[in-house]
DNA sequence: CATGAATGAGAATTCATTCAT
DNA sequence: GATGAATGAATTCTCATTCAT
């Protein structure tokens, strides 16, 4: 790990637990071990350093949620846990994210970067549903796509903000959902 | 409108715009036309601002949602507009919440007026529904609740994050999809 | 002295003995003996201090110089003294019109601060001499301001750049020359 | 041209645009090409740096300042440009030269190389006069050194200052001045 | 009640200087 | 000789909070 990701995981890591203007540069280089200089050798000023980290997070939710998407559809439809349709790593980055979106309401480039980051999503998963199902139309996709990442948005919010349990009876819903969106998937 | 009330209202009003921290005891003094010294002998310190503002914002959403809940059950389920789910004073304060939301993760007091606030919600539809429909268990109903809460959060937070339309598609599954959670909702 | 005035003398003293970019906010907080938020109560940045102090001294000039000239035109020509031609008030702003002429070479505003103040002393001078010697023209009256002040200058960066002693025999040649520049002087 | 001659150059040419003490020893570095390392090879530190400059710019001026006193003696004293008394390698250092005035109020060793070079220029000037004209006294020569320089000093100073274009009608006074300083002229 | 001048700790950022390679 | 990463003190500026009027 280089100097520059170092910094990057420092301010991850201070920015998760206090948020982005509530950490000081001067944390970061703490929790670095570099000096605070160090830090502007590396990134202009601590907007970069939140670009820098926004990105990252980003570019690492798209991954998972890549093959997240793709797991709910071959996977059995019959779940138990809420933890099975949203994997732990995804929601751990939330409490991120949700610093990135009201960012976002405020910073014009945070904002594309938020929205690049969708639309390659988007992009990704129409490409592999239609591999797998040539026969469907992009639209149909997309309307999935929606669908998934609507309910795994709320579920994610949901734990976060009130730290609800997950209402028991609600797998058999979501089992019928799935089933709505991914009528081919095995009973 | 009162002293306090002007002060909370201005505060609103900043806060929407620049997050929490962003906003300055002046801005809002500014904003409200009061003078420093006066917003200190209604709030402790910013901190009581905050925790005042939160617990406004969240009862006006509580009433608004129980009012929402409400309507969905009992409105026709052919749906045409994602409006019509959730209602643009819900999303007007989306913003809000999610600076609520992150700051919840840190400050004790900020996620227990949360906690509170979704337990009241919870219970209030319970009641409501278990009139309407004796012969349903509680479980059930907050089965569905939880369905529902959580489409509402996933549109919510799709609609501010990544500002994409909703799919077209979209209706007729979520028609489907309140028609599971509230079968007796007329056709 | 109200508050602003005095932390532009303290600004002043300061800027004297260490110039304008070796002076600190901490340090004119200090020598007017007030905190540092409360300069920029008063000034909006450093830089605004700095515009502050020159237009300040600049008027100071002018009014002194406008005294000065006239005192020249209307004495008698025979001087013993260099002293006699530039009043010890003006020598002692000089250092600092040193720094504001520097600055004026990188900055705008202060460049146009120089240039107005030499164009009202311009005016104010030639409105003189022309109510005294109605028969002169503008021109002949500029130029003699022109010498004028070439000398005094002159003396001026003289006296701080080498701190040589005025040349004894000077005085001959210097009253020669103002009889040049004003004929009509008592010899 | 060596290294340190380099290092010379490279901050002789930011310090004329931004002032001895905006300019950065990095700028020297990034101007120079060098690394910086390399500049604390060859100068101890920035004061070093400062010192050397000034020793130098002081050194060429003197070196034109002698061709000009004797160009001045000897030309035909109708001139008709003020280019012609001031040459413009001469103004073109001359916002170098006010930094160093500047800085020679509050750093003795600046204050010394410019008083060095005072007497090192006059001596030469006496030395000149008094082989071209044996039967003048050291004193008068002096004076007349000092009257030019001051008349130097002033037009330098209002070209950089106030830009003001010299006035038309200066120059039959100048040509008059010169007549009394060097009376053995050409005319 | 109401004001806003005043404070000073803390934040972001710069830069002269050092030193291991 | 040459490099430039690394340091951290110093600087500018902000802002929550207090208090005399």
Redesign the interface.
Known sequence: MNRSEQILAAAEQCMR???F??TSVQNIAQQADVSIGLIYKYYKNKEAIIEALVTNVVQRMITLLNADFERIAHMDVHYHQAEDIVPVEVESSI?LL??V??E???NQRI?QI??DA?QELKNNFITQEQQRHPEQDA??I??RL??M???????I??R?????D?????MP??N??VN??YPHAPA
Chains 1, 2, 3, 4 share one sequence.
């Open positions: 637990l206090k948020g203007h509530q409490i949700m610093e979106s009201s976002a309401t405020r904002q938020m929205k969708w639209n149909a997309h309307t929606y669908v990442s609507l309910i795994i948005d709320g579920i919010i949901r976060c903000m009130k730290q609800a997950i209402s028991p009876d609600f819903f979501f019928a959902m709505d969106v």
